[in-house]
């Protein structure tokens, strides 16, 4: 479906105006061009209230002789209020000349530039420049991604924390109950070692942790089960993550 252009230009650029507008009378759109529409004795304020309130964009034909020109300002600025924040693109840049200093309203907004090249050119950029964006119809092309896969170097479980469990029964004498328990605990941190590169340190301090779970056979007369595990919990502490409660 075609789309309704006012062609907003300085009459130094007459010629470059119209063949804008023949360009975009061939891709399918409507036009507004006063030299093409107001007769002799014609009133120019009237139609060009009628035509941009008519025009679904305005094409701003930019050149150094249209930016100071006393009328042209008036007609884009008019569609610059209606789209402050050209989520519409009310007003296309177009520029057919180079041009140093643009209006400030219509530095921020995305142009099409015909200067420098061939007619070919400029009529592809013109009918590019004044689609309206869209998802393409064909399925892009996948790509295959080179490189190694993300996290090659992390270490560690990758979902839960592994509980050590250290569980010591009766019949063995008190000092050799605990140094088995300490016994356990570093030998499963010293196999997470094995094979731990680069942060294995803040890997295991994150993920590994010792749970005491029972300590039986100790003389109740003398010392109970829940200080030898607070003591065997300052043991550890210093040097693993540690979880007490009893």
């Known amino acids: 479906m075609g789309q309704k252009f006012f062609i907003s230009f300085n009459s130094a650029d007459r010629n470059k105006a119209h063949w804008i507008a023949w360009t975009l009378k061939e891709a399918g759109h409507e036009v507004a061009v006063h030299d093409w529409e107001i007769s002799a004795g014609g ?18 034909v930019i050149s ?3 930016v100071p020109s006393r009328y042209s300002p008036m007609e884009w600025a008019s569609q610059v209020w209606n789209d402050p924040d050209g989520t519409k693109g009310s007003v296309i840049p177009v520029i057919v000349r ?9 530095q921020g907004l ?6 420098n090249c061939s007619e070919d050119e400029a009529r592809r950029r013109l009918i590019k420049g004044v689609d309206i964006p ?18 090659s170097q992390h270490v560690g479980p990758a979902e839960k924390p592994t509980f050590v469990q250290v569980s010591i029964n009766d019949g063995v004498p ?17 196999a997470a070692l094995a094979g731990a ?5 803040r890997s295991l301090e994150a993920w590994w942790c010792v749970e005491i779970t029972r300590i039986n056979g100790f003389n109740s007369q003398t010392e109970g089960e829940t200080a030898h595990a ?17």
């Open 98 to 106: 180079p041009t140093s200093k643009m209006p400030p309203l219509l």
């Open 134 to 151: 869209a998802p393409p119809q064909l399925k892009p092309v996948f790509e295959k991604i080179e490189g190694e896969p993300p996290d």
């Open 43 to 60: 009133n120019v304020p009237l139609w060009m209230s009628a035509k941009l309130a008519w025009a679904d964009r305005l094409i701003a």
């Open 110 to 115: 995305s142009w099409i530039d015909l200067t």
């Open 197 to 201: 590169r680069g942060n294995a340190r």
């Open 230 to 246: 607070c003591k065997l919990t300052r043991a550890l502490r210093s040097r693993h993550s540690v979880r007490h409660w009893t």
């Open 174 to 190: 008190r000092w050799l109950k605990l140094s088995a328990a300490i016994a356990g605990v570093v030998g499963a941190v010293f």
């Open 64 to 66: 150094p002789d249209y």
